[in-house]
């Protein structure tokens, strides 16, 4: 027999442990965003960020951290921006940037507010703007694929990124900068190399 006080114990605890759990099914309830599934706590991965990406981590902030519409534009954009910086392209003004992504936020919350309605409109709204959560959140500044600063493989990425399903990488623009700076660092050496023989010339 089981005293009663280790059966007290042993039943207390499979209550805690059952309290737990259906408080952990809630959180991961509440996580579950309207047409885009789980929130976006980071920006990960070797592409530019999508619509999905880019909404995702602005409503963890806006409704999960609690910060207002604007603060949480604003580290979105912040975070975005690191991603473009990585592949050396352009951006537009940040201020712009969170204009989109705000407006962005509205037309989601409108398609939200509007959820239970199963007219032709509302369904076709919602079709579309699921269709477009994997396209790239473009924010490329309007002259970037005509300014001679940007070189001519960033500009190709770009294209790339834009096309339905984000073609392409940044672990290969990664490798191809990773070569240029060979190629400056090896060139780099001779021209030292040459003038050293030079100066040796003169001697």
């Avoid at 499979?14 to 920006?43: C, F, H, N, P």
């Avoid at 001779?190 to 050293?196: D, F, G, N, P």
Wanted: charged share 30%; aromatic share 6%; hydrophobic share 35%.
């Amino acid at each position: 027999m089981i005293p009663n006080r280790l059966t007290n114990a042993i039943l207390y605890f499979v209550q805690i442990q059952l309290k737990m759990s259906s408080v952990a099914k809630a959180t991961r309830a509440q996580t579950k965003l309207y047409l885009l599934g789980d929130s976006v706590t980071e920006l990960r991965g070797g592409k530019l960020p999508s619509l999905r990406m880019a909404l995702g981590f602005f409503l963890h902030h806006h409704l999960e951290l609690k910060e207002t519409i604007r603060q949480s534009s604003a580290v979105t954009i912040t975070e975005i921006a690191k991603c473009w910086q990585k592949a050396t392209i352009p951006m537009r003004d940040h201020q712009n940037c969170q204009t989109k992504l705000e407006q962005t936020f509205e037309e989601w919350r409108l398609l939200k507010k509007n959820k239970a309605r199963t007219s032709p409109t509302q369904l076709a709204r919602e079709s579309d703007f699921v269709s477009r959560l994997e396209d790239l959140f473009d924010v490329a500044h309007a002259d970037a694929l005509t300014k001679t600063s940007v070189l001519q493989e960033d500009k190709d990425f770009l294209l790339a990124q834009r096309e339905k399903g984000r073609r392409g990488s940044m672990a290969g623009v990664d490798e191809t900068l990773a070569t240029k700076k060979k190629r400056a660092s090896k060139r780099e050496e001779e021209i030292l190399a040459t003038r050293q023989r030079m100066e040796q010339i003169k001697k």
